[in-house]
């Protein structure tokens, strides 16, 4: 089932149509056999890439807020919405006196479903090591942020041969933000471009 979003860029257009390509549905299970589990984790890599893509189209996060979602901690689930808790910006010891130490963010309405279907179906044909993370690697390890910027550059450039990152595309969904609003006001929650 497709979603509409509000006009996208074209750039992210595409990214969200290379998320939906990624994933492969439970169809694609009923053609492996069950004594390759390895095959199985391959599709459910797909599924995990496919929630990122579509993911990012829709959130402008760094690279550093994706690989420190964990479930139960940082992405909950709370009187019927997916919350994200991201560090604030610019955070730390110099941060402000009254400024809150981090930022909630929702869960997009439209890929709550495919998140509770990553996390119950998907997820657990993974080897997972670290049990929180949200996204891992094959290894079954939480991304670190030069990983999962290669991973999402190499999926966007096996689809399309753009050399993109996960930078570029925070950038872009910011600009497209500000844009449609018309405004000059920093981004909501903190989050800045750049």
Do not use: K
Not at 9 to 18: D, K, N, Q, R
Not at 62 to 90: F, K, N
Not at 109 to 118: C, I, R, S, W
Request: proline share 6%; charged share 20%.
């Amino acid at each position: 089932m497709r979603h509409t979003l509000p006009t996208l860029s074209p750039v992210l257009a595409i990214i969200e149509e290379i998320g939906l390509a990624e994933y492969l549905g439970l169809a694609a299970l009923a053609y492996t056999p069950t004594t390759q589990p390895g095959l199985w984790a391959a599709v459910a890599r797909r599924a995990q890439r496919s929630l990122l893509l579509r993911l990012l189209v829709r959130r402008p996060l760094r690279s550093r807020d994706l690989c420190q979602l964990q479930i139960g901690h940082t992405l909950q689930y709370e009187a019927g919405v997916w919350q994200m808790t991201l560090p604030a910006e610019g955070g730390g010891a110099r941060q402000s006196v009254g400024r809150q130490a981090a930022d909630r963010i929702s869960f997009p309405d439209d890929l709550a479903q495919p998140l509770v279907e990553f996390l119950d179906l998907w997820r657990p044909m993974l080897d997972v090591s670290d049990q929180a993370a949200l996204f891992i690697i094959r290894a079954g390890l939480s991304y670190t942020a030069s990983a999962l910027n290669d991973e999402v550059g190499h999926v966007i450039w096996r689809y399309t041969r753009w050399s993109v990152s996960l930078p570029q595309i925070r950038q872009l969904q910011s600009a497209e933000f500000a844009a449609r609003f018309e405004t000059t006001q920093p981004l909501p929650l903190g989050r800045q471009t750049g």
